[in-house]
């Protein structure tokens, strides 16, 4: 079955780099994504990575996929306030439109 | 476009009680789900419709949960009656055809509390 895990919560300082960790089970896993939530609101797709990649680069973020231990990470550059969020990795397996979201961990920044 | 717009943002009522969520996805989406986030299990898919048919609704936790979709513009979710289990996030989102990576785009929730 599928199964996406995360570690809940994560503590960084200002200009530091933020590391997100995500592990799943599934190994039919066709896109995995990061997604991002702000308090109150709704979930906002941040990136997402193909299966046949290793890592993917979009400005401060870097996600890298290693498709042998079934991990995701997502690592933020210059990490600001403004990145202060739970962030959720979630896989699509097959063809299907269905994802499943890990846990969520949430980033906490300090000055 | 507006995005997904949800109603109503917030939610209070009393155990028994019969409740109503409701959802417009974005226009020309042919996707739309319904999730609910708590603090306990996270964020769980409820049910998912293509082209307004429900497709796996194998996340709806048991009877007093149904949901509708009427037309491409409209959707609903309803608990009855209620429980303060119930007690939750209930998010919907939708995601067009034609994106590979299918992109779900996420309403803003009703935050739903059941005394």
């Known amino acids: 079955g599928e199964d996406v895990e995360q570690s809940l919560f994560l503590s960084v300082r200002e200009g530091d780099s933020s590391v997100i960790n995500c592990t799943y089970t599934?190994?039919?896993?066709?896109?995995l994504y990061w997604y991002k939530q702000e308090p109150g609101a709704g979930l906002q797709l941040l990136t997402y990575i193909f299966s046949n990649m290793d890592m993917k680069q979009d400005q401060r973020l870097t996600v890298l996929l290693n498709k042998k231990d079934k991990h995701l990470s997502l690592r933020i550059a210059d990490t600001q306030t403004g990145d202060s969020a739970i962030y959720f990795c979630?896989?699509?397996?097959?063809?299907?439109?269905?994802?499943?979201f890990g846990t969520g961990t949430q980033l906490k920044v300090e000055l | 476009d507006a995005g997904v717009i949800q109603s109503p943002r917030h939610e209070v009522t009393e155990m028994g009680q019969e409740v109503t969520l409701r959802c417009k996805p974005i226009s020309g989406h042919d996707y739309l789900f319904w999730y609910r986030q708590t603090m306990m299990r996270g964020l769980e898919l409820l049910i998912y419709f293509n082209n307004n048919v429900p497709i796996d609704d194998s996340g709806m936790p048991e009877d007093r949960f149904s949901a509708k979709m009427p037309n491409a513009s409209f959707s609903t979710l309803k608990i009855q009656p209620s429980e303060p289990r119930d007690s939750a996030v209930y998010f919907c989102?939708?995601?067009?055809?034609?994106?590979?990576?299918?992109?779900?785009?996420f309403g803003p929730g009703t935050r739903l509390t059941v005394l």
């Open positions: 979630a896989e699509r397996a097959g063809g299907g439109n269905k994802l499943t």
């Open positions: 599934d190994s039919s896993s066709t896109y």
């Open positions: 989102a939708s995601s067009p055809v034609g994106l590979r990576f299918n992109e779900q785009f």
